[in-house]
């Protein structure tokens, strides 16, 4: 069993709020819009890190991280990008991936919006982290925390950072 920590669209903000729920998970996934590489090599020295680079990151996070990624942990596909969209209306380009992969997992940020689905045409579930910074339009900060479980993907809470002041 894996506990997994996910957050998205930080855009450089770190909270220390943050610590308490990454530090008890064997993994932070970051789904994009990172902001800095000092941010990343925060996560890093709390838990490892499996991060994708978001349309607002530049040089040196698309060097350092790619624009999509695709693993299997615990027996669970995982797919991660950052622009994914939603079951009946996914980017063109992630659909295209996950039409390649067929994940069981699909991870994605860009919306600013916390969003769990589960896609039938797919078999899959579709999990969006909401921001977790700052910057954007949300009035509250979310991060996700869930289970990988032999093949199970358990125990998926929305983590409500507070308002944005």
Same mark, same amino acid.
């Given at each position: ?8 669209? %930080? ?28 941010? %990343? ?26 624009? +999509? ?31 390649? +992969? ?35 339009? +949300? %009035?509250?900060? %979310? ?23």
């Amino acid at each position: 069993m894996k506990k997994i920590a996910i957050l998205s669209d %930080t855009h450089d903000y770190w909270d220390e709020r943050y610590i308490p729920y990454l530090e008890i998970c064997d993994e932070i996934w970051h789904a994009g819009d990172i902001g800095s590489v000092l941010l %990343t090599q925060r996560l890093e020295a709390i838990r490892p890190l499996r991060a994708v680079y978001g349309n607002c990151d530049g040089y040196p996070l698309r060097y350092n991280f790619s624009s +999509h990624l695709f693993f299997e942990l615990e027996q669970v596909r995982v797919l991660m990008t950052h622009i994914g969209g939603y079951p009946g209306r996914y980017d063109s380009s992630a659909l295209a991936l996950i039409k390649h +992969h067929k994940p069981d997992l699909f991870v994605c940020g860009h919306s600013h919006i916390a969003k769990v689905m589960f896609d039938r045409r797919h078999d899959m579930l579709c999990v969006n982290p909401g921001a977790a910074g700052k910057q954007g339009f +949300h %009035t509250i900060r %979310t991060l996700m925390r869930l289970e990988l479980n032999e093949g199970n993907i358990e125990n998926l809470e929305v983590i409500e950072l507070g308002k944005i002041v």
